[in-house]
């Protein structure tokens, strides 16, 4: 029903197009100027029938099941039913009007079916006559504008313009639509567990958090000790760091060796090889690290005597490292090719050799924006979550022996959040709260390194 | 004097070699992994796309299906073909005993009683016949006839056992057990046994988010990048719109999967699990990358054009959207689709928005439930299976397929429809 109305109005918007460039042309037939090109009338006159139409048919979509549910339940209003109860009401009402329902048939439930059912047809007739009449009403308007041929470009461009930012908006709600899914479920989760707890506590055992009764009180003392968040953060960081031992070096001698160095040729086949590791899903990456350098480590070590755990951390930053070289080539190279070539040239003129100009003269003019490429790196790293999630292990250790297995925030993210959740348990909010200490950690540190390469740019330019 | 400076300066040239060798040695290590990596995911991979067969002697045996004479094809189809297929497979070795039988059972996949119903129902005059057919064998004898198997461990450390390698390998002699292309493995949904486990659900599942994210994703991104670059104003809060965007393009993908969580399931209710979903989520993702791709191919034009189209009279708007706009679509696609191949290699959000259920049907519209090829990666690497490594490789391989085709079209459509201006 709602499918074929959308058509329909859709339909009625083009129609109405053609209406309104032929209107165009009959009053240019009767050599009076027009005040626009005649497709403007035509889209004055669309946009006028479609527009209003759309509006009141979706706030009638978003409105409709939730002005007959209360009006179902008002029968209920006064018979002292908890929310819950009421929610359940309402289900069995819906699944019996739709005769999916299962269970044993109340004559209340039925009578509620029916009035469903009769609420439903009666707003659906309803809303077709309402948006029908809309459609009238405003094209009727659209079209008295265009019979006086008053002026139709400039509101149609300004109704574009609307558009326009409107979808530039998209970008903060994101944004806020972050902030919000995670500033409720941290806020309540900082209720039950002290802020101090969480940040200073060393033991992360989320599991001892089973989910709740609903009508037991909720008591604090029962999750002391378990969400101290601290060895997460050290795991998290620990294992960005040897992610960062491995790519800092190979990175950031590969850009320099593309940008100074390299002929024509290797350039223009290295780069985009180099760049292919970053076009591989993270997943893969941790399925390599998981079957052959976990594996692999453990062999090496178990040769030499050492204790590796199949599941290490080195494994996973390893391979995390690998990861983000191009990251860093890439960025570096940039910076690099950036530097004014007077710099260079001044540097050899005073009988410095190549690696010498580089160390001494285009390292520092471009460290800003070398820093500014490794801090985004970073960032990467600690918002990675497959490789750790198979890679490493699950259980939070507090230790910083790479062979050992440590776990980070993505890892207990997902490892929390698998599966069903029940919102409103502390388990499932204390996700949530390191999903935001993840998303400021890695906010601040892409605002630095924005702000570092962009103040660098600007420099040269 | 002399020899010292001569000295000096060989020193000077042997550390400007050594830091040459570094740089070389970096691009060479980077570039070493990048083959491994490949080399270990081919080299693993490949056999998954062979499948072995039995070809087991059946006897068409009307009584033991239950069927009278002459039997109509619907008869043919409610027949009882398990008594048939338990025979066909005891009858491999006339002297096993009941444990032995049941052992047979299980050398082919749980599929044996269809594949056998398939080949009665395609020839329905084999009633009363005996015809060789061909069952899926089991994803150990699979990984045995492949050499995937460690034959030399102890029997009770292994799945598979001495009696059905001794029957399995005197069907090898017969000649009775083959290997072909392993289409099942395109056509057949999910499924915990790993001989009958395929992509075609997940393979769906992405197809749909990508589509969903692709249809938000663009039209919107397009638009933001239309006002951002050609008609805000600068001021504050353009300033603030481009910081969000370019926060957002750095911000950790599990982060939207929190969103969707968050707002898309707890909030708006919809659909857990879905394509429906993931696509939305995806979409939030690959928002900034279009926006920026977008508005760097908007800036590439140059603005004579612009210049040219407002001299002949054309409103800014006209301008925009008649001449920059076609003029910077080149660029904008294969932005677009450079996102998309990002999206489509995205994992963390789409389970944790529930992408991660079992699923063992073949989605046919975004709102039903479905997993995503890395999903099925991941899904099928966490299985302890060793006929799922195999698979996981050569899944690995199909979403690496598509990355490559997709990227190789946004090179040409760039390379081959940019206007390079001078």
């Known amino acids: ?461 | 004097m002399n020899k010292n400076k001569e000295q000096l300066l060989n020193k000077r040239y042997k550390a400007e070699k050594r830091f040459r060798l570094y740089g070389q040695s970096a691009i060479f290590m980077a570039l070493l992994f990048l083959t491994i990596f490949i080399f270990k995911i081919f080299s693993t991979g490949y056999s998954a796309f062979q499948k072995t067969w039995l070809i087991v002697p059946v006897t068409f045996d009307a009584e033991l299906m239950m069927l009278e004479q002459n039997p109509s094809k619907e008869d043919l189809k409610d027949a009882d073909y398990y008594d048939i297929a338990l025979k066909s497979m005891a009858d491999l070795d006339p002297n096993a005993n009941e444990d032995q039988e049941n052992e047979l059972k299980r050398m082919v996949s749980y599929f044996f009683e269809r594949e056998i119903k398939r080949e009665l129902l395609n020839d329905p005059s084999l009633i009363g016949k005996t015809k060789d057919v061909y069952l899926t064998a089991s994803d150990d004898l699979d990984q045995v006839f492949k050499g995937n198997y460690p034959r030399d461990l102890p029997e009770d450390q292994r799945r598979v056992t001495d009696y059905q390698l001794k029957i399995f390998d005197q069907l090898v002699e017969l000649g009775k057990v083959e290997s072909k292309f392993n289409l099942s493995f395109f056509t057949y949904p999910d499924s915990r046994e790993a001989e009958l486990a395929g992509i075609a659900s997940s393979f769906m599942g992405s197809i749909f988010s990508i589509l969903v994210c692709l249809m938000i994703a663009f039209p919107v991104a397009v638009l933001a990048a239309i006002y951002l670059e050609e008609f805000a104003p600068k001021n504050r809060f353009t300033d603030f719109i481009e910081v969000n965007i370019n926060n957002l393009a750095a911000v950790p993908s599990i982060v939207f999967g929190l969103l969707g969580l968050g707002i898309l399931l707890a909030v708006f209710q919809l659909p857990r699990s879905t394509p429906l979903v993931g696509g939305i989520t995806l979409s939030l993702m690959t928002l900034p990358t279009i926006i920026i791709a977008c508005r760097a191919s908007l800036k590439a034009v140059p603005p004579s054009i612009r210049e040219a189209a407002l001299a002949m009279g054309a409103s800014k708007m006209q301008t925009t959207m008649h001449h920059t706009v076609p003029l910077s679509m080149p660029g904008t696609l294969s932005g677009t689709i450079i996102g998309l191949a990002q999206a489509l290699g995205e994992t963390a959000p789409l389970i944790l928005i529930g992408m991660v259920a079992f699923v063992n049907t073949i989605p046919g519209s975004p709102l039903d439930p479905a997993a995503s090829l890395p999903v099925q990666i991941y899904i099928w690497a966490e299985s302890a299976e060793r006929g799922f490594v195999e698979k996981v490789s050569a899944c690995i391989m199909v979403l690496l397929g598509f990355l490559i085709i997709m990227n190789l079209f946004a090179q040409i459509i760039r390379h081959k429809f940019e206007k390079k201006w001078s």
Not at chain 1, 384 to 396: K, P, Q, R
């Open chain 1, 1 to 461: 029903m709602n499918l074929i109305l959308f058509t329909f109005i859709v339909l009625l918007g083009f129609t109405s197009y053609y209406f309104g460039r032929r209107k165009a042309y009959t009053i240019q037939s009767t050599n009076k100027r027009l005040t626009a090109l005649p497709q403007f009338y035509g889209y004055y006159l669309a946009i006028w029938c479609a527009i209003p139409a759309f509006i009141i048919f979706s706030l009638w979509a978003i409105f409709e099941p939730t002005i007959v549910k209360l009006l179902i339940l008002s029968d209920y209003s006064n018979q002292g039913y908890l929310d819950d109860e009421l929610n359940l009401i309402y289900e069995k009402t819906k699944a019996l009007s739709r005769g999916q329902f299962t269970g044993e048939i109340t004559p209340f439930i039925e009578a509620s079916a029916e009035k469903y059912l009769s609420l439903r047809s009666i707003a659906q007739s309803s809303k077709v006559v309402i948006v029908l009449s809309i459609i009238i009403a405003s094209v009727a308007y659209a079209y008295k504008k265009i019979s006086s041929n008053s002026r139709t470009r400039e509101p149609v461009e300004k109704f574009l313009k609307v558009v326009l930012f409107t979808a530039s908006l998209a970008a903060i709600l994101t944004t806020v639509g972050i902030v919000f899914s995670l500033i409720f479920q941290t806020i309540d989760f900082f209720k039950v567990i002290p802020l101090f707890d969480f940040v200073f506590g060393t033991h992360w055992y989320p599991a001892k958090a089973f989910v709740r009764d609903s009508s037991e009180a909720l008591d604090p003392t029962m999750y002391s000790d378990t969400f101290g968040a601290v060895p997460i953060f050290a795991g998290t960081f620990f294992i960005a760091f040897i992610a960062m031992c491995v790519a800092i070096p190979i990175g950031l001698m590969s850009g320099i060796y593309l940008a100074e160095y390299a002929s024509v040729k290797v350039r223009q086949y290295a780069k985009p090889l180099i760049e292919i590791l970053a076009g591989i899903p993270t997943v893969v990456y941790g399925f390599f690290a998981a079957l052959t350098v976990g594996p692999f480590l453990k062999e090496i070590g178990n040769s030499m005597g050492l204790d590796v755990s199949a599941e290490s951390a080195l494994a996973a930053g390893g391979v995390m490292g690998i990861m983000i070289i191009p990251f860093i080539s890439s960025l570096s190279d940039d910076v690099i090719t950036s530097v004014p070539q007077s710099l260079r040239d001044g540097s050899y003129a005073m009988g410095a050799t190549k690696s010498e100009t580089i160390k001494k003269v285009i390292f520092p003019a471009a460290l800003p924006g070398i820093v500014g490429s490794i801090l985004l790196g970073v960032s990467r790293a600690i918002g990675e979550t497959m490789i750790v999630v198979m890679a490493s292990g699950l259980a939070a250790n507090l230790t910083l022996n790479p062979l050992e297995s440590t776990s980070t925030i993505t890892a207990q993210i997902v490892v929390i959040l698998i599966g069903d959740q029940a919102f409103g348990d502390p388990k499932t909010q204390a996700a949530f709260a390191l999903g935001m200490s993840l998303f400021l950690v890695t906010l601040c540190l892409n605002i630095v390194a924005l702000r570092v390469v962009k103040k660098y740019r600007e420099k040269y330019e």
